[in-house]
């Protein structure tokens, strides 16, 4: 490079270096397995009160914990977090996470985060069918989620298997019936159901009538019917209580990773994720999932968590792992 050119390049690469200089709040990278519109519109919040800029990298639950496993210590994610708890849990045994601060914690409830102190959940949603009226009386409907596996529900059951949602679904049933109850579950599903990618397209099955009754999560429905409930105004939700495994209430993680480079940021991130504040802005945000401190409830029309009735799941026992084996094995994946 002539000395001209050296000099120009020099002059173009000034101000981009000036601007770095004028910031002295790092940005954090966040492994986002969360629905992304979720995080839009809570980080911009985070960001105008601490000047701490946040860049969200979104992907699924397996995806990333998996690519987490894989980068190890050289992982660029500050932050992490899963719409589902079995990838939290993946990247704890992993040794990955570092322990959150007490404070961070301390707001949730016990029976929402591990023992170990390395992740916290931060929302819930629960497992509801979607049915239609016009197919399926409510009287028929299953008292157990593990019914619908009775030849009596045959062609009349769908559900998305590749998804982290229903995967964790699964793993809480196995959790909860033990191995061989499960696999004999998932085996009498495969020959009931049918299979579609993304639980808003199985909710759009079933207010259109191709299938009678849906496995999803309670916002699906709820977030549809909050717009123009296009894909939902045919259908009526029911909720199976009764500790039923198909009451689980699936729990998103937050954890801060042991490699980030900005650890009292990431930390901080996490902590507003769990404080009234941030719980509040998740309570007032599209998702209508269910915010875990208790001093935040979600308003109606959303069933109250307290009427839910969930089984007792031990969140770090979910094995998402034994979970792909087993729908491998039943031939959904
Ligand atoms: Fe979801």
Redesign the pocket.
Known sequence: MSRTALLIAGLLAAPFLLAGCGDDEPTLVIYNGQ?EQLLDELAPTFTDETGIKVEIRSGDDLGLSNQLVQEGSKSPADVFLT?NSPAMSAVERAGLFAPLDDATVEPIPAQYRPESGDWTGFVARSTVLVYNPSMVDEADLPDSIMDLADPQYAGMVSFSPTGA?FQAIVAAVLDLEGEEATQEWLDGLKANGTTYDG?NVVLESVNAGESAIGII?HYYWYRDQAEAGDNSDNTELSFFGNQDPGAFLSISGAGVLAASDHPDEAQQFVAYLTSEEGQQALADSYALEYPLNPAVTLGPPVKPLAELDPPTVAISDLDGDKVVEMMTQAGFL
């Open positions: 629905h719409e949602d639980n999560y």
